[in-house]
């Protein structure tokens, strides 16, 4: 069953599109992956689901739809329902996130009770319960600590616990391990997948680390310059990639299953850059991409579904 379906999604800051016609639909209970290079579209489109936009962005099309409801129809109070009760966000650096003045149950506390008729004893209850369910140790003492008593995995955690305080059908998952270390990258990872199974949950997560990708997500949708080039399942995607883009991004990535370093081999590069592209007419790719025709030029190509996979790009096929 489709949870939530973005369609045709456009969304503008001054004079710069952000985001061009962006589709995609993420099925209860799965991980969608949005993948691409910084700078493509990938926040502002999540920002764009919880409708938290900073005020100089605008969305110009499209449709949000959550459980079939059109998110960007609702007003600003029937929204204020939705976020955080039934859609989530992990932000990627939860010191920036967090209130440094607060203590972490507070926080904790103040989500449940906005969407919750709790009393603050039973709420304080809960946030020990949601902070021993994220491995959180001594749940009762920790509490009380302020995020900076805590490690930048128990931050996380601590975030994790607060998106899904309110049993959500969605959580967005915007780099949430950026700014941790290779193992507690791991452990964090591992927590969220463990609880979207557990609590039934699904989740977009947003990142540009396709060994992330390859290991947590169901599926993948990869962007670049603001469009969406290709989707498909994970499996089919990391063996046969079909878009351009997609293949230079697997091909750049270090083979650590075949023991390979960096240091023996040069690694394989995209040419160009994003910025040079993005200002073309047709095809944002087609500056940096080695089968390019003329016709790649001139617009840009659609997404086009080839079996249960789909890609915007006239020259390849499955």
């Given at each position: 069953?489709?949870?939530?379906?973005?369609?045709?999604?456009?969304?503008a800051?001054?004079?710069?599109l952000?985001?061009?016609?962006?589709?995609?639909a993420?099925?209860?209970?799965?991980?969608l992956?949005?993948?691409?290079?910084?700078?493509?579209?990938k926040?502002v489109?999540?920002?764009?689901v919880?409708?938290l936009l900073?005020?100089?962005?605008r969305v110009v099309?499209?449709r949000?739809?959550f459980d079939?409801?059109d998110?960007?129809a609702?007003?600003g109070?029937a929204?204020?329902e939705?976020?955080?009760?039934?859609?989530?966000?992990?932000?990627?650096?939860?010191?920036?996130s967090?209130?440094?003045?607060l203590?972490?149950?507070s926080q904790?506390?103040?989500?449940?009770?906005?969407?919750?008729?709790?009393s603050?004893k039973?709420?304080?209850?809960?946030?020990?319960?949601?902070?021993?369910l994220?491995?959180?140790?001594?749940?009762?003492?920790?509490?009380?600590?302020h995020?900076?008593?805590?490690s930048?995995?128990?931050?996380?955690?601590?975030?994790?616990a607060?998106?899904?305080?309110?049993n959500?059908?969605?959580?967005?998952?915007?780099?949430p391990?950026?700014a941790?270390d290779?193992?507690?990258?791991?452990?964090?990872?591992d927590l969220?997948?463990?609880?979207?199974?557990?609590?039934?949950m699904?989740?977009l997560?947003?990142?540009?680390?396709?060994?992330?990708?390859a290991?947590?997500?169901?599926?993948?949708?990869?962007?670049y310059a603001?469009?969406?080039?290709?989707?498909?399942?994970i499996?089919?995607?990391?063996?046969?990639?079909?878009?351009p883009y997609s293949?230079?991004l697997l091909?750049?990535?270090?083979?650590?299953?075949?023991d390979?370093?960096y240091?023996?081999?040069?690694l394989?590069?995209?040419?160009?850059?994003?910025?040079?592209?993005?200002g073309?007419q047709?095809?944002?790719?087609a500056p940096?991409?080695p089968?390019?025709?003329?016709a790649?030029?001139?617009?840009?190509?659609?997404l086009?579904a080839?079996?249960?996979?789909a890609?915007?790009?006239p020259?390849?096929?499955t």
């Open positions: 069953m489709t949870l939530l379906a973005v369609d045709r999604l456009s969304v800051f001054p004079g710069h952000a985001v061009r016609e962006v589709s995609f993420i099925e209860a209970g799965e991980t992956a949005l993948v691409g290079e910084s700078g493509c579209g926040s489109t999540a920002f764009s919880m409708r900073p005020p100089n962005a099309s499209g949000v739809l079939g409801t998110l960007l609702l007003s109070a929204m204020r939705v976020r955080g009760k039934q859609i989530s966000l992990i932000q990627q650096e939860p010191m920036t967090l209130n440094p003045v203590s972490i149950g904790i506390i103040e989500v449940i009770r906005r969407h919750e008729s709790l603050r039973a709420a304080r209850t809960r946030t020990i319960e949601l902070l021993d994220v491995s959180i140790p001594e749940p009762q003492r920790r509490i009380d600590d995020p900076h008593n805590l930048g995995g128990m931050r996380q955690r601590v975030m994790i607060m998106a899904v305080a309110c959500p059908k969605l959580v967005i998952a915007d780099e391990t950026t941790l290779v193992t507690t990258q791991a452990q964090v990872l969220l997948d463990d609880l979207r199974r557990r609590l039934g699904a989740v997560l947003i990142t540009h680390d396709l060994g992330v990708v290991q947590w997500a169901d599926r993948i949708s990869v962007m603001g469009r969406i080039v290709e989707q498909a399942a499996g089919p995607f990391f063996a046969a990639p079909l878009h293949r230079g091909a750049a990535r270090v083979d650590v299953e075949a390979e370093h240091t023996q081999n040069r394989s590069e995209i040419p160009g850059s994003v910025g040079s592209a993005a073309e047709g095809c944002a790719f940096r991409c089968i390019v025709v003329a790649c030029r001139t617009a840009p190509p659609p086009r080839q079996g249960e996979r890609v915007a790009c020259r390849t096929s």
